[in-house]
């Protein structure tokens, strides 16, 4: 247990459904991620908040959203996803965000399957 | 490509041996970490390592880092069944206003009792 949580585990949707990914850190952290892990690929970050605020967004499609309410909350929203997004998404969370030398955790990952 | 890339990318020993793998990387760091996931789960933060520091030990775990080459090392010593799972290698390149944390394929360990 990371202290890290992320709901739904398991996820299956259609290209035309809307769905959200939860992330919840109960570490008081002030910065949270979210990678995508596809099958024989490095794992990939998709976007970093730090103090509530976006600062680093890696060239994900406008299809993925994320949200981030407060420090310990990270929402991920998708719609009109394809086949290829299917994943394992992670989420996790540091101290800081933009200083170095920091370890991240990581939550149990939500595995979607798109359909 | 600034990722880490571990060696081998599959290692299969006995239980009782060590295990030792590799990461390389191409660009100055901050610093290099070792992430451990089991199957479909979430990856758990094994060992940070400074850029100024050269050796790091926990518990079972020792770690090397030669800048100068550009590697690293993640040793697992008496390796057990339980420490089945795949390694990743993970740096830091973030810098002013940019954060970077790239990582590797990972090495796939399997510990057979």
């Known amino acids: 247990e990371t202290g890290v949580t992320q709901t739904p585990r398991h996820l299956v949707m259609g290209m035309t459904n809307k769905k959200s990914l939860k992330c919840e850190q109960h570490?008081?952290?002030?910065?949270m991620y979210w990678y995508k892990q596809s099958a024989k690929k490095p794992l990939e970050l998709m976007f970093v908040y730090s103090l509530e605020e976006r600062v680093e967004n890696n060239s994900v499609p406008s299809r993925f959203s994320p949200e981030c309410p407060n420090s310990s909350h990270l929402f991920l929203h998708l719609h009109t996803l394809q086949p290829e997004d299917s994943a394992l998404y992670l989420c996790?969370?540091?101290?800081?965000?933009?200083?170095?030398?920091?370890?991240?955790?990581f939550g149990p990952g939500t595995r979607l399957t798109v359909l | 490509s600034q990722q880490g890339e571990e060696d081998p990318q599959a290692l299969s020993i006995q239980e009782g041996e060590n295990a030792t793998m590799n990461c390389s990387y191409k660009t100055s760091i901050n610093n290099l970490q070792w992430y451990r996931q089991n199957s479909g789960r979430g990856l758990v933060h094994l060992i940070l390592?400074?850029?100024?520091?050269r050796e790091k030990h926990s518990g079972r775990l020792r770690v090397t880092l030669d800048t100068s080459k550009k590697s690293s090392s993640l040793l697992i010593t008496a390796s057990r069944a339980a420490d089945t799972a795949s390694y990743f290698c993970a740096t830091d390149h973030s810098g002013a206003g940019s954060y970077q944390l790239t990582f590797g394929k990972g090495t796939k360990l399997s510990v057979i009792p």
């Open positions: 390592i400074r850029s100024n520091e």
């Open positions: 570490l008081g952290h002030n910065a």
């Open positions: 996790a969370s540091s101290q800081e965000g933009l200083a170095i030398n920091n370890e991240q955790f």
